[in-house]
């Protein structure tokens, strides 16, 4: 072997050395979990108690929910005795009028959904913590609310289950 050769070959062997002595992580998810600490999560199911209640939502809440943790994480959901344990309740499912055109008439319409949550994390109290979690979005009054409910509930629902992560799982 020439010396260019050795020094390629040499090259190549620190290259490799390198790059598999020095490690990077990324989680692009935003989780900041200590998997070595906590393993379970427990969902309870949150139940509508809001006065003006359309019948899918309480469904499709805590279905997402439970997805966005089954998605995003590596924790085993239990059904009791949970390293982690979120409860609450669908507090308000609003519309008020949001914009009145020149006429006096409602333009448009808003709609939200408050979700109260109270999480405990059996590992570290410290981050024990209750707070509502609010989603809204608005509609051209010239809309039914019933031709675009189901569009704008989903979501609002996929907003808030992200927020809950995010005040959770990514501690921010």
Same mark, same amino acid.
């Given at each position: 072997?020439?010396?260019?050769?050795?020094?390629?070959?040499?090259?190549?062997?620190?290259?490799?050395?390198?790059?598999?002595?020095?490690?990077?992580?990324?989680?692009?998810?935003?989780?900041?979990?200590?998997? %070595?600490?906590?393993?379970?999560?427990?969902?309870?199911?949150?139940?509508?108690?809001?006065?003006?209640?359309?019948?899918?939502?309480?469904?499709?809440?805590?279905?997402?929910?439970?997805?966005?943790?089954?998605?995003? %994480?590596?924790?085993?959901?239990?059904?009791?005795?949970?390293?982690?344990?979120?409860?609450?309740?669908?507090?308000?499912?609003?519309?008020?009028?949001?914009?009145?055109?020149?006429?006096?008439?409602?333009?448009?319409?808003?709609?939200?959904?408050?979700?109260?949550?109270?999480?405990?994390?059996?590992?570290?109290?410290?981050?024990?913590?209750?707070?509502?979690?609010?989603?809204?979005?608005?509609?051209?009054?010239?809309?039914?609310?019933?031709?675009?409910?189901?569009?704008?509930?989903? %979501?609002?629902?996929?907003?808030?289950?992200?927020?809950?992560?995010?005040? %959770?799982?990514?501690?921010?």
């Amino acid at each position: 072997m020439d010396w260019k050769s050795k020094k390629g070959y040499l090259w190549m062997c620190l290259t490799a050395l390198l790059l598999t002595a020095c490690s990077v992580s990324y989680k692009f998810n935003g989780a900041s979990i200590d998997y %070595t600490q906590v393993k379970t999560i427990q969902i309870d199911e949150f139940p509508v108690r809001s006065a003006y209640v359309w019948a899918p939502m309480g469904a499709l809440f805590n279905d997402e929910l439970k997805d966005q943790f089954a998605k995003h %994480t590596r924790l085993t959901q239990v059904k009791r005795n949970g390293d982690w344990v979120l409860q609450g309740e669908i507090a308000r499912y609003d519309q008020q009028n949001k914009a009145v055109s020149s006429e006096g008439y409602s333009a448009q319409t808003e709609l939200s959904i408050t979700v109260n949550v109270r999480f405990k994390n059996n590992k570290n109290h410290k981050e024990d913590f209750e707070r509502q979690f609010t989603a809204r979005q608005t509609f051209e009054t010239t809309q039914s609310l019933d031709a675009v409910q189901e569009e704008l509930v989903t %979501t609002m629902i996929k907003d808030i289950c992200d927020q809950i992560f995010n005040a %959770t799982a990514a501690n921010w």
